[in-house]
């Protein structure tokens, strides 16, 4: 990893704001020709789909693209954006989810109907006592697609709303949250979201197809959340690379990690010190 990712480093601003929002957005992170080059890897994957009998007309959720092309390979440790997961999360971490979601026009009109609002990490919100829950993770959502607008597929948040464990859902199936917005960010824009953050896909009501990879962050103690069929990817990658990707000396490293876990640590330590706890 190069030392220039440094000026990309979490500002006291961007910390607080994530704290007390849940979320970061970041615009033009990807330029043009970078959403155009990894536009046309989802649009092969979507059309492989297609090919094997998904319905274009409905959204494809594609967990583990990691594998798929050297472009999503790359984002996993990608400058403008590692220094910020770090920033949150610390230098224990390593990608423990990656999915790709293509959502097509549905041809429906609009509607009120209560979107599939949630925390992240399922069981994870039910089997962990405490009010509020801990953070544990995050996401990082690169929109490639135009959601400048609603109703086009966008990404929809309740802001501020991390620290509560439950939300009030509206009666009868239709209606938000209370607070929803719905995130509208033009193309190359990169989200970060705590996992606790309540959160929806939303249909596409527009003639845009919408296109997010969304990359899962969290503690190198916690299961991947997908196949993450990725240590074929080890031998090619740096040491940091392969932190990321998971890999490990034993077991008893993803707990208590030595220096050869944790690279990144190692890294940090030499470059900025003020980084490690
Ligand atoms: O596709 C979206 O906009 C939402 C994705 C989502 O809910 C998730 O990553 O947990």
């Given amino acids: 990893m190069e030392q220039t990712c ?139 697609s135009d959601l400048a607008e609603p109703g086009r597929g966008n990404f929809w948040i309740v802001p501020n709303s991390h620290l509560n464990n439950t939300m009030q859902r509206p009666e009868g199936g239709f209606g938000q949250l209370e607070g929803a917005i719905p995130v509208c960010v033009k193309p190359g824009t990169v989200v970060f979201f705590d996992r606790r953050l309540w959160h929806a896909a939303s249909p596409n009501w527009s003639e845009l197809t919408c296109k997010v990879l969304f990359y899962g962050y969290g503690y190198r103690w916690i299961r991947t959340k997908d196949d993450m069929t990725v240590q074929s990817l080890w031998s090619k990658s740096d040491p940091i690379r392969r932190q990321l990707l998971g890999a490990g000396t034993n077991c008893n490293g993803y707990y208590t990690p030595t220096d050869e876990d944790v690279p990144l640590r190692e890294w940090l330590k030499e470059y900025a010190a003020a980084e490690v706890k």
């Fill in 6 to 144: 440094l000026q990309y480093a979490l500002t006291e601003e961007e910390r607080k704001a994530f704290d007390e929002t849940g979320y970061l957005i970041m615009e033009n992170v990807l330029s043009p020709e970078h959403v155009a080059a990894l536009t046309a890897e989802v649009d092969r994957i979507f059309g492989e789909h297609v090919k094997a009998g998904h319905d274009p007309s409905k959204a494809m959720f594609h967990p583990n693209f990691i594998p798929d092309h050297e472009l999503f390979l790359d984002l996993v440790d990608y400058e403008k954006v590692l220094p910020k997961v770090w920033g949150i999360l610390g230098w224990n971490i390593y990608l423990y989810h990656a999915h790709m979601i293509v959502t097509p026009p549905s041809g429906q009109q609009p509607s009120d109907k209560t979107f599939g609002w949630h925390q992240d990490s399922g069981r994870m919100n039910v089997e962990m006592e405490t009010e509020p829950r801990p953070r544990m993770s995050l996401k990082v959502a690169y929109f490639l």
